[in-house]
């Protein structure tokens, strides 16, 4: 069974730090791109963060740049989105997705999505 799974989130205070990870199950990332994306209440859906497959190249939102930082384990099929000096504004359910010829940050192109986890941040 194919499956994203996302893990790691939950409530932290503003300044904190969480660390997100999306794993696979079913099928091997080495071949796809990640993205990760993330919903407000009233919100649309926006487009985090990317890794690329071949040569890991990174793109990030310009509201998360200098404090997110995703990357990729391939031993453990993980992608991983390390959020520093996190803010109220990225309070959100965070989702992982998986596609072979994706968009940066633009939600087109995915074939897989995780079910996605909550992250608050809240004083």
């Known amino acids: 069974q194919v499956q994203l799974v996302e893990s790691g989130g939950g409530l932290v205070q503003p300044g904190g730090s969480l660390r997100l990870s999306c794993a696979a199950s079913?099928?091997?990332?080495?071949?796809?791109?990640i993205g990760w994306f993330r919903q407000a209440p009233g919100k649309e859906r926006e487009g985090v963060s990317c890794?690329?497959?071949?040569?890991?190249?990174?793109y990030y939102a310009d509201s998360v740049k200098g404090r997110f930082t995703i990357s990729r384990d391939n031993a453990k099929n993980t992608v991983y989105l390390q959020m520093n000096s996190l803010k109220p504004e990225d309070t959100a359910v965070y989702y992982c997705?998986?596609?072979?010829?994706?968009?940066?940050?633009?939600?087109?192109?995915?074939?897989?999505w995780g079910q996605g986890t909550q992250v608050t941040v809240s004083s």
């Open positions: 890794i690329s497959s071949s040569d890991s190249n990174t």
């Open positions: 997705a998986a596609g072979f010829v994706v968009v940066p940050l633009h939600y087109v192109g995915y074939d897989y």
């Open positions: 079913g099928f091997t990332l080495d071949y796809y791109a």
